[in-house]
């Protein structure tokens, strides 16, 4: 008797030739892992708690239609995709349409105020006393002596004052929003007068104009792109001239032949002929430095002691705080601007003030900020560099050399003066370089000459054990 799951057929030869049954195939489609199983695998736990269980189920279902698809038809070469490729796949999915959470990163570059990385740390004093206020209720915007609605930002407005000599001040979301907020209360609908030297663009290519033009304010350009003095602004000075305005330049410099006039100038200007001035410092540096990056760059308490009407900064760069925009001053055009419409578009949340509180308290009592990280006493962080090349070697066998490098301020401040110092160089190049990335924690250096550089002054001292495991599992996957 012939096999009964094979059939045959006569040939002109007389031979006999197989012909195969479809349905003794297996149905590759059968060992598709099913998704209660797929949910319940320990490989997806993690997802489902960053995603949720809804958002994990709908890819795993696109995922394994997709399968099922794909085993479709004649072609009984086909392999189904064993539950690991399927728990890799709806991973990637989930990743690709919601996109990976924000995750720590280890900022080794040098640069302080870095805007990929979420531009400067907070001081770890200051994020320790959040928690207790971002869990619960807190007294944001109420008097609770009087049990009736309070000012929002008080106290860190108080703060500001203080450190600032200001008779007001007001937070905003960010230096562009105070600088926005200011112009729009002051001067819409008629003209701000600024040299054409101070024109900048800030991050993210927003310009001056273009802040200024959406403000309905309307601009009136003065001087040379390299020279502009007193006299300038005096003869463009009208009937319709609501504000002058001074930028700091902080993101580049103009050298050689050039001429600008000083805060003080202006100002002097200003009261003589009615004109408020307002000064966009733009990296928040509240009160004089001695670092010689900063000894030129002018604060806002010596602006406010210059006789400037308002001035305006940042909260995070040189502050340390969360990024927002603060806005100090002679109280009458510091309270009209709080009265403007717009502020409620721009006023911060309890969070930033929170943080921005804590950390002008710290500004106020001296106490160290993590900028201050820049500038470590020289022979203890060449022996922190030293200890570190040695814990590479021994456990991650990198070799690790010291060399020259340059640290930077970062965020628009300061770039043209590089802080001296040493970093830590190591063989591996590019793919060293992605595998620190892409590590558990990430870690992001730079190259020069194909070598990694890792720049410890951006490296909180706490974060010693996690960079060197971090170096150990990229020296290890490398080989």
């Known amino acids: 008797m012939g096999d009964p799951g094979r059939a045959t057929m006569g040939t002109s030869q007389g031979t006999t030739m197989d012909i195969h049954d ?12 099913a998704i209660g199983r797929l949910l319940n695998d320990p490989r997806l736990s993690d997802l489902i708690e960053v995603y949720g269980h809804d958002a994990v189920r709908v890819q795993a279902r696109a995922e394994l239609a997709r399968a099922r698809a794909g085993l479709r038809g004649p072609d009984s070469s086909a392999r189904a995709p064993s539950a690991d490729e399927v728990a890799s796949r709806i991973a990637a999915g989930v990743i690709a349409r919601l996109g990976h959470p924000l995750q720590r990163v280890i900022n ?13 740390p907070l001081p770890r004093a200051v994020a320790a006393r959040l928690p207790d206020l971002l869990d ?23 703060l500001l004052t203080a450190l600032t000599s200001a008779e007001a001040a007001l937070v905003v979301n960010n230096n562009a929003a105070a600088l926005m907020l200011a112009l729009a209360t002051l001067a819409q609908d008629r003209e701000v007068i600024v040299s054409r030297g101070e024109l ?31 006299a300038d602004y005096e003869q ?20 050689g032949f050039t001429e600008a006039v000083e805060g003080r ?17 733009g990296s928040g540096l509240l009160s004089d430095s001695e670092r010689p990056q900063l000894r030129d760059h002018p604060s806002h308490r010596a602006l406010i002691e210059a006789g400037c009407d308002l001035v305006c900064g940042s909260g995070d760069k040189l502050l340390g705080g969360p990024q927002a925009g603060i806005l100090v001053g002679d109280a009458a055009w510091v309270g009209r601007c709080r009265r403007h419409a717009l502020y409620r578009v ?13 950390t002008l308290e710290r500004a106020l009592r001296g106490l160290p900020m993590p900028l201050d990280q820049l500038w470590p006493e020289p022979a203890a962080h060449h022996a922190r560099l030293e200890g570190f090349a040695a814990e590479l070697r021994e456990q991650a066998r990198l070799e690790a050399s010291i060399i020259a490098a340059d640290a930077y301020l970062g965020g628009g401040s300061a770039p043209e003066a590089p802080v001296s110092g040493e970093a830590l160089c190591l063989a591996g190049g590019a793919a060293l370089l992605q595998r620190l990335r892409q590590g558990d924690p990430a870690v992001v250096g730079y ?29 290890s996957a490398g080989g």
């Open 136 to 158: 619960a209720y807190c007294d944001v915007e109420m008097d609770l002596g009087t049990g009736k609605r309070g000012v929002r930002g008080r106290r860190a407005h108080e």
């Open 200 to 230: 900048v663009e800030i991050g993210g290519s927003f310009r001056i104009p273009d802040i200024m033009a959406t403000s309905g304010a309307r601009l009136v350009e003065v001087g040379t792109t390299n020279r502009t003095r007193l």
């Open 108 to 120: 080794a570059t040098g640069i302080f105020v870095h805007t990929n990385l979420g531009r400067a």
């Open 236 to 255: 463009a000075i009208g009937p319709q001239t609501a504000l002058l305005l001074k930028v700091h330049p902080s993101n580049y410099r103009i050298c």
């Open 447 to 475: 190259l020069r000459e194909d070598r990694v550089v890792l720049d410890l002054r951006t490296v909180d001292a706490e974060d010693h054990k996690a960079l060197l495991g971090a170096l150990v599992a990229a020296g």
């Open 22 to 33: 479809p349905r003794d195939t297996p149905d590759q489609r059968r060992s598709l892992p």
């Open 265 to 281: 100038a202006l100002a002097q200007l200003g009261r003589r002929r009615g004109i408020p001035l307002l000064v966009d410092e």
């Open 346 to 358: 721009l006023r911060p949340n309890r969070f930033v003030l929170a943080a921005l509180e804590a």
